[in-house]
């Protein structure tokens, strides 16, 4: 059971970030930090197929993750965080196309190792 | 602007700061709401009783900025720079419960400390925006 959680956490945090990602790329760099834009990101947060869905992956990820707390110890929830790092930044490659270089690679890997560690 | 011009990194940098500083101080709120004070009992009004405690108030307004800074981020930086470089939170998640919740930090934890740390540098030295290939 706990590993069904683990997988709808990854999963689902991973689509969270995805979709908002792709979203904010199509609109364009935010330039605008006054109320106005701050009222019209608001906006973009609440009408943008995408952005909602984000959010919707975003409590699903919270909500597993409570669950997985309520069957699974601390020790053994966190890392499943670090398992999303990694696929995080493969999908980031594969599906929005970005660059990713040694640097970027070398250093997830050392932040995904330290959450783990951190849950020991 | 050209591509990671200055500008753009400073600006890069400020919103990394916002969004992880929103995210560790709206969620130690928000835990410290629930553990002193807010209490909840399973039952509906307690939900909805819970979001008026001033703690819990105070993590969800700060999770909002964190929200709106994240989107605002991701609009010119990559996700893969982004991710890496706010799990630097994690550490000091781990920092305000030793400090503030008496947790202890085993050896275990600081070397796990030194890799967040090292590989968010290590990240952080990348360009925040790549040419998609």
């Known amino acids: ?120 | 602007m050209s591509i990671n011009s200055g500008h753009l990194v400073w600006k890069t940098r400020l919103f990394a700061a916002i969004v992880v500083t929103t995210n560790v101080v709206g969620n130690f709120a928000l835990s410290w709401g629930i553990k002193h004070g807010a209490a909840m009992d399973g039952s509906a009004w307690s939900f909805v009783r819970v979001v008026f405690d001033p703690w819990v108030f105070c993590g969800i307004l700060l999770l909002s900025v964190w929200m709106l800074s994240r989107m605002a981020l991701l609009s010119w930086a990559d996700l893969s720079y982004v991710i890496p470089v706010t799990s630097i939170g994690f550490v000091l998640n781990a920092a305000m419960g030793a400090a503030f919740l008496d947790e202890k930090i085993t050896p275990m934890r600081w070397a796990g400390t030194l890799c967040i740390v090292g590989g968010t540098i290590l990240v952080g030295l990348t360009a925040p925006k790549s040419e998609a290939t």
């Not at chain 1, 979203?23 to 995408?50: C, N, Q, S, W, Y």
């Open chain 1, 1 to 120: 059971m706990a590993w069904l959680f683990v997988a709808v956490i990854v999963i689902s945090t991973v689509s969270s970030d995805l979709l908002q990602s792709w979203e904010m790329k199509r609109h364009g760099e935010v330039k605008d930090f006054g109320a106005g834009g701050i009222g019209r990101l608001l906006k973009l947060l609440l009408t943008k197929a995408p952005l909602i869905g984000s959010v919707v992956f975003l409590a699903i990820s919270f909500y597993a993750f409570l669950a997985l707390l309520a069957v699974a110890d601390l020790s053994f929830a966190v890392p499943a965080t670090a398992l999303s790092l990694v696929a995080e930044t493969v999908l980031a490659r594969l599906v929005l196309r970005e660059r990713v270089t040694a640097a970027r690679w070398g250093g997830t890997a050392l932040v995904a190792v330290g959450v783990a560690l951190l849950a020991v």
